[in-house]
């Protein structure tokens, strides 16, 4: 069984930014989930694995940046993760992933 660390780096949006999906036969343990905000005001920030919150509406201050995982997330083959801000091109996001295959 093949394993690999892997970074995956998006934004989220007032839809919901899709940052990364695990790949078919794979299974993406995550350990780690932080996003910072890039804007001048303070914003709400959301994170979902599929349809399931990791965290809601949590406020961050302006240049602050959040860690949003205090354990390990397991997702399987399709599962995704998407983080959702309250304005567009505020967030900026990491995603560490060991993927095995």
């Given amino acids: 069984m093949a394993q690999v660390f892997k970074r995956y780096t998006g934004n989220g949006t007032t839809t919901g930014g899709l940052i990364y999906t695990v790949p078919a036969s794979t299974t993406g343990i995550i350990i780690g989930l932080t996003i910072a905000n890039t804007s001048a005001?303070?914003?709400?920030?959301s994170a979902q694995l599929n349809s399931v919150y990791i965290v809601k509406d949590a406020p961050l201050p302006s240049g602050s940046t959040i860690s949003v995982l205090d354990g390990r997330v397991v997702g399987e083959t399709g599962d995704t993760?998407?983080?959702?801000?309250?304005?567009?091109?505020v967030s900026d996001v990491i995603v560490s992933v060991l993927e095995q295959s």
């Fill in 81 to 89: 993760i998407t983080v959702t801000a309250s304005a567009n091109s």
């Fill in 41 to 45: 005001s303070q914003i709400t920030v």
